[in-house]
């Protein structure tokens, strides 16, 4: 019993990373713009976010937890709305491929949060720990009610966060008129524009609203997953997790409450080379392994495909720049 719960809980703390990216992408693609930048956007948020705690905490005799927090969450977000900024300058005001401008921007970040490593931090970047930072973000609710208890209250305050922010997406989208008008945007833009929607706003504003979320998962990735630790290898880590991020969106069908359910599951299928050999006793291949979360979302997008309902269907202009004289 105790394995299946450290299996799960560590199922849940490394699904909360995808959490994150996957609710940022997904208010993205809403307003549809395809941003294969997430890698890059969840790097400079954990790196700038990390840097930002770090020299709170270096040059404050005695931080406050309440204040290291607001930098850290503040400095993460901000850096990822910077990424999506750049994101829709590129794409939808010069109208630049938005395929290409996402890749560029994963190579940007990534080299941006290496850079930040090394020349912005003590100790040249090699290897630096957040020791109060990683306190006041991993900090546990302390209520003990045997391993039952430890599924729910076993992790640091983000992981409620991540659903909370959840949930606040899939009923701003479903629920409100200015969520409505933004999936309009991702479904036509044309229609909508022809119907008084500001199309460039909503772009600008769902991209740079999901990227600062995105960061966010970088950010719980370094001061709570990975115990306030920092590396110069840890860009890396962060961009093969925020893979998992844009499959995850796929795999939700483009719905924000699925998310929660969905990154837990990617996070049993990612720790089952771990687990599983324990509980059964049947050894398995690690590669194949990790492959599983891949595997289930191609499934997925096959099952889906066949089907052919509207709502698991990606917005109908995703991935496309809008030119207003064609309309």
């Known amino acids: 019993m105790a394995m299946i719960v450290g299996w799960v809980v560590m199922s849940v703390c490394f699904g909360t990373v995808i959490l994150f990216g996957a609710v940022g992408e997904t208010i993205t693609e809403k307003a549809g713009n395809l941003n294969l930048g997430t890698p890059g956007i969840m790097c400079m948020g954990g790196a700038f976010g990390f840097a ?112 909370i922010i959840a949930i ?11 969520g409505l008008n933004l999936r309009a945007v991702g479904e036509n833009p044309g229609t909508a524009d022809a119907a008084g929607i500001n199309v460039t706003k909503y772009k600008y504003l769902a991209t740079c609203i999901g990227s600062g979320i995105t960061a966010l998962g970088g950010l719980y990735y370094v001061l709570d997953f990975n115990d306030g630790t920092w590396a110069t290898a840890d860009g890396n880590a962060i961009e093969a997790v925020a893979w998992l991020s844009v499959a995850l969106v796929i795999f939700i069908r483009w719905k924000p409450i699925n998310a929660i359910w969905g990154a837990y599951l990617f996070g049993i299928c990612y720790w089952a080379y771990n687990y599983f050999p324990k509980i059964t006793g049947i050894k398995v291949n690690t590669d194949l392994t990790m492959m599983l979360p891949y595997v289930v979302t191609i499934i997925v997008l096959i099952v889906t495909s066949i089907k052919q309902k509207k709502d698991n269907q990606a917005p109908a202009s995703l991935g496309l720049s809008y030119f207003r004289e064609d309309r």
């Open 52 to 163: 930002a705690t770090c020299i709170y905490e270096t040059h404050v005799d005695k931080p406050n937890a309440f204040v290291c927090i607001l930098i850290g969450l503040t400095s993460a977000f901000i850096m990822g709305m910077v990424g999506g900024l750049i994101f829709s300058f590129l794409t939808t005001t010069l109208r630049v491929n938005q395929n290409v401008v996402g890749l560029t921007l994963t190579i940007f970040g990534v080299g941006l949060s290496k850079f930040v490593a090394q020349y912005a931090l003590p100790k040249g970047g090699v290897v630096t720990k957040v020791d109060f930072a990683n306190k006041v973000f991993s900090k546990r609710i302390p209520i003990h009610l045997g391993p039952i208890g430890d599924l729910f209250f076993s992790y640091g305050f983000m992981v409620y966060l991540a659903i």
């Open 168 to 178: 606040i997406a899939t009923w701003f989208l479903n629920r409100t008129r200015t």
